[in-house]
């Protein structure tokens, strides 16, 4: 099993309806998890991160994690087109003394107008 | 604030040629990080350093070299290239004290003809 794996799309969903991406890991130890966003042609850049079980909210984005079952999504309400873009997973991993950030492959998202 | 800078942006090099690739944050982050994107293939982690004087491998570090001159600047060096190396690259630094977000360069766009 690959360490932090994502649907792999792509995702196409209207614009206002709600766009739901899913990840999971393999590693327990793991203890803070991130999505990151992607446009065409750019580096990524952070919109949430969620340290504990259950849900985190930011506007129209929500977070959910549930440690148990090794899972994380990202929810996307009211969904606009210049959310369009790829959406990446990172799950922080220890090794050792030192701690490093594990990315999916991505899932990418289309709003249609 | 510049956060994190790359250079170059975009490089055309042949077969079995070297170059070296620069990255610096102006952020005081103790942790920094090279990734190679391919499409399909999201982020994977070539080498990271977690602190000044320290480097480890990631998933993919056969034919990089990296070195951790100070606090500020990680290079990766590639001392004989092949056409597998040509990708994307992302440098990036890491807020441990806060959130543990990753701050991205823009990318460099190696090709390896």
């Known amino acids: 099993q690959k360490e932090v794996e994502q649907n792999s799309g792509p995702l196409s969903v209207p614009e206002g309806a709600i766009a739901s991406l899913n990840c999971t890991y393999s590693d327990r130890g793991s203890q803070s998890f991130f999505w990151y966003r992607q446009y065409s042609g750019k580096s990524p850049e952070l919109i949430m991160f969620?340290?504990?079980?259950g849900d985190k909210e930011d506007g129209r984005f929500t977070a959910q994690l549930n440690k148990a079952s090794q899972y994380v999504s990202l929810l996307i309400r009211d969904s606009q087109p210049s959310d369009s873009a790829t959406y990446l997973c990172?799950?922080?991993?220890?090794?050792?003394?030192?701690?490093?950030?594990?990315f999916g492959k991505g899932t990418k998202l289309t709003v249609n107008p | 604030n510049a956060g994190v800078t790359q250079t170059p942006k975009f490089q055309v090099l042949k077969t079995g040629q070297s170059m070296t690739l620069q990255c610096a944050q102006d952020?005081?982050?103790?942790?920094m990080y090279w990734y190679r994107q391919d499409p399909g293939m999201g982020l994977r982690l070539i080498y990271y350093s977690a602190s000044e004087g320290t480097t480890d491998k990631g998933e993919v570090p056969n034919g990089y070299n990296v070195s951790r001159l100070n606090k500020r600047e990680f290079s990766l060096r590639l001392e004989s290239a092949a056409p597998s190396q040509t990708s994307v690259y992302f440098c990036a630094s890491q807020d441990r004290g806060q959130t543990g977000e990753l701050f991205f360069g823009e990318g460099s766009r190696l090709t390896v003809l």
């Open positions: 990172a799950v922080n991993r220890r090794e050792g003394g030192s701690e490093k950030l594990v």
């Open positions: 969620i340290y504990s079980n």
């Open positions: 952020m005081n982050h103790n942790s």
